[in-house]
């Protein structure tokens, strides 16, 4: 049981690639979330899906999109990297959106 | 919208002795849930705590207990017996009963020392 898993570990861009960070849970969890981590600061919600087949915008979701690919999976997706989006992105998942978030190890992503 | 506030950026405590770290948050909603969650220099997010609103009684977890004072809106974690793996970032979070997201303070920064 690896929980939440996602790849890269960490990631250096060029401004205006693009990449998909990828995000995987085992735990047959309903919902899953995208958040990003910057300096002094908690995580922020970019994106979430309470459900397989639904997905809905966060408090940070532009230069972002999502995918829910299945219910195991859970995908986001930067178009057009700008160094603003320098940042820490943590995974998460939970049985429903009421319910505890566990979290994955993290994405590093340095856009240069 | 809410707002989580940690005022203590950074704390030390040494290994054996008890540290506490405050939270308080602002809401309307009278249903919710708080959290504490650890992250260590691994930045690996694992949960600590969790406490439900509707529950008068505080929420404990082995070395790690809350104090949640509802009407003050504070949701403090107590550490007994630090230990030199509590070292890490420590970060509140409330999430109210009808949502989706966690929002989190900005994090209290606890070294355990010898």
């Known amino acids: 049981n690896a929980g939440v898993t996602q790849t890269p570990k960490f990631q250096v861009l060029k401004t205006g690639q693009s990449m998909t960070l990828q995000c995987a849970q085992d735990?047959?969890?309903?919902?899953m979330y995208w958040y990003r981590q910057d300096p002094g600061m908690g995580l922020r919600l970019i994106y979430y899906?309470?459900?397989?087949?639904?997905?809905d915008k966060g408090e940070v979701p532009n230069g972002y999109n999502v995918s829910r690919l299945n219910k195991r999976e859970f995908s986001l997706r930067l178009e057009s990297a700008a160094p603003s989006q320098t940042s820490v992105y943590f995974c998460?998942?939970?049985?429903?959106?009421?319910?505890?978030?566990?979290f994955g190890p993290g994405t590093r992503l340095l856009v240069l | 919208a809410q707002t989580v506030t940690q005022s203590q950026p950074e704390m030390s405590v040494q290994e054996a002795e008890t540290v506490t770290l405050s939270c308080t948050y602002d809401t309307s909603e009278n249903n919710y849930y708080l959290f504490w969650y650890k992250q260590p220099p691994s930045r690996q997010m694992i949960l600590v705590i969790r406490?439900?609103?509707?529950?008068?009684q505080n929420a404990t977890e082995n070395r790690f207990s809350v104090n949640f004072q509802k009407a003050a809106k504070s949701f403090s974690l107590k550490i007994s017996d630090s230990q030199l793996g509590d070292t890490a970032m420590y970060f509140c979070?409330?999430?109210?009963?009808?949502?989706?997201?966690?929002?989190f303070g900005t994090g209290t920064r606890l070294q355990v020392t010898l």
């Open positions: 979070a409330f999430q109210a009963g009808t949502a989706s997201k966690l929002t």
């Open positions: 406490q439900e609103a509707y529950k008068q």
């Open positions: 899906s309470a459900s397989e087949g639904t997905t």
């Open positions: 998460a998942s939970s049985v429903s959106v009421r319910e505890t978030q566990y």
């Open positions: 735990m047959n969890h309903n919902s």
